[in-house]
Nanobody
Framework: QVQLVESGGGLVQAGGSLSLSCAASGRTFNRYGMGWFRQAPGKEREFVAGVSWSGVTTAYADSVKGRFTISRDNAKNVVYLQMASLKPEDTAVYYC????????????????????WGQGTQVTVSS
């Protein structure tokens, strides 16, 4: 059974920074693309950032480009999301997700391309 456990969420003032982590277990982590999604109250879950299985390729939603950085440590089975210059509109529950198919070099943007999800971690940005 694959498990994804997010950590690092919390309350921060606008302009501040937070770093999220997602620890994976249960399968060979380094074969699969990973992604971060978020869901704000009353809104659909949306793609935030993705990283390929090798870590070479990354992609971001336009709303976070230049402020967020996704990375992975395949030796530790962890994917990170470093968030800077946070805005109140970044407030959401953040989820990490693991891709369905191994060795996909492109970024996985759609929820349907992921088959394992973490429980989510709350990020609240106050104005």
């Amino acid at each position: 059974q694959v498990q994804l456990v997010e950590s690092g969420g919390g309350l921060v003032q606008a302009g501040g920074s937070l770093s999220l982590s997602c620890a994976a277990s249960g399968r060979t982590f380094n074969r699969y693309g990973m992604g971060w999604f978020r869901q704000a109250p009353g809104k659909e879950r949306e793609f935030v950032a993705g990283v390929s299985w090798s870590g070479v390729t990354t992609a971001y939603a336009d709303s976070v480009k230049g402020r967020f950085t996704i990375s992975r440590d395949n030796a530790k089975n962890v994917v990170y999301l470093q968030m800077a210059s946070l805005k109140p509109e970044d407030t959401a529950v953040y989820y990490c997700a693991a891709g369905r198919r191994a060795y996909v070099s492109t970024i996985l943007y759609g929820e349907g391309e992921y088959n394992y999800w973490g429980q989510g971690t709350q990020v609240t940005v106050s104005s």
